[in-house]
């Protein structure tokens, strides 16, 4: 489905370049989007006091998960807060590879977004090499089961889970339906399984991992996901506009 789309710009595009791109792009959303979320770098975050509104909000792309303290240049969920944010990816395959950061390590973040009444997109998926071993779901399980530890049912409606396998994060490789429908299912059997059938149901998955304009209309046609993840062609308005128009 296309409810939610987020965009992931990632360490690209100063402030400016950002103005730029606000003002090139027309949201023209049909009916099925409700949802847009532009996940920029910490220094463009305060234009979510300017663009935000029903359909747009921004994200953090991280977030420490202490509240303040010696954390030389680190970022903390007030500061994010302050600007009115709603969001942040949390768990991010970029992160966990280049920063060390773990499951534990993760689930304190959530705990400190939900805290401050964000929604945590929680990133899971698995390299190629665990998918080729079969080992998809025990990556899945692991991953949601750490990260969601003390996680309470009722707070399941601030998290959104992001299935984006490895293999497919900035590697032109898009995952085929069928693969992005199977685990959108494990990834619902496991919240199932740790709280009940209807968190499963009622839980959001997005897909992420090399989504663009041209292939984007297939991936929309998955019932079992809620939305997409969009990294580097969220990084060109015009090519966004297709994906969201
Ligand atoms: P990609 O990135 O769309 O460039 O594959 C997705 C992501 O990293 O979230």
């Known amino acids: 489905m296309k409810e939610i789309v987020i965009s992931n710009f990632k360490m690209n595009m100063t402030d400016g370049q ?27 975050l305060h234009f979510a006091e300017k663009y935000q509104n029903d359909l747009i909000s921004f994200g953090a792309q991280n977030m420490h998960e202490e509240e303040f303290g010696s954390y030389t240049g680190e970022i903390s969920a007030n500061m994010i807060d302050e600007f009115g944010v709603k969001y942040v990816l949390l768990g991010h395959s970029e992160r966990r590879k280049n920063f060390n950061e773990t499951n534990e390590k993760i689930n304190k973040k959530i705990k400190t977004a939900l805290k401050h009444g964000m929604t945590a997109i929680l990133c899971v998926g698995e390299t190629l090499q665990q998918r080729k071993r079969n080992q998809t779901y025990e990556v899945l399980r692991l991953q949601i089961g750490s990260g969601l530890d003390e996680i309470y049912e009722n707070e399941l409606s601030n998290i959104i889970i992001a299935y984006e396998p490895i ?3 900035g590697t032109g490789k898009v995952a085929e339906n069928k693969d992005i429908e199977e685990a959108s299912l494990l990834i619902k059997k496991i919240i199932s399984e740790h709280y009940s059938v209807n968190a499963g149901n009622n839980l959001k998955i997005v897909y992420g991992g090399s989504v663009n304009s041209k292939n984007c209309k297939q991936i929309f046609k998955i019932k079992t996901i809620s939305g997409v993840l969009i990294g580097g062609a969220s990084l060109d308005s015009k090519e966004f506009e297709k994906i969201i128009c």
């Not at 950002?18 to 463009?44: G, M, Q, R």
């Open 18 to 44: 950002i103005v730029e791109y606000f003002s090139n792009i027309s949201i023209k959303a049909d009916k099925t989007l409700k949802k847009l979320v532009f996940c920029v770098p910490f220094t463009s």
């Open 167 to 169: 293999w497919a994060v």
